[in-house]
């Protein structure tokens, strides 16, 4: 199965691969800019997607944007999301669990990889 990393920052990305990889985590990887281009891929791949990581705040479509959107697509909506953001506040936590109630998970930057890692092993397949 794969994962989904959609963040408009290509170190952030490199960072979370690179932390799946030290791990011994061999799941194929998917990147997407943004919002739009993680639902083009989403929507061609969907099948084969057992996670998302996602930023929240990008170009185009953000990462609440994404999420509502992948929400109300059954086929979609039970693939697991964990939000990675620089965002600390309890609204924007709040904000996230109002758009996806099935949150994986809310992680913030900067974080522990040992972190990410508590939150992704659960959905790999």
Not at 20 to 48: F, H, P, R, T
Request: net charge neutral.
């Amino acid at each position: 199965m794969k994962l989904l990393i959609v963040d408009d920052s290509l170190m952030d990305r490199k960072l979370n691969m690179s932390i799946l990889k030290k791990a011994g985590i061999e799941n194929e990887v998917l990147q997407a800019v943004d919002g739009e281009e993680g639902m083009k891929i989403l929507s061609e791949n969907y099948k084969d997607i057992c996670l998302i990581l996602l930023d929240w705040q990008m170009p185009k479509m953000d990462g609440i944007a994404f999420m509502k959107a992948v929400v109300q697509v059954p086929a979609v909506a039970s693939i697991p999301t964990i939000m990675i953001t620089a965002s600390t506040s309890e609204e924007n936590k709040r904000l996230a669990y109002d758009a996806n109630p099935r949150l994986a998970g809310y992680l913030t930057k900067p974080y522990q990889p040992n972190n990410l890692l508590a939150l992704v092993r659960p959905h790999l397949k």
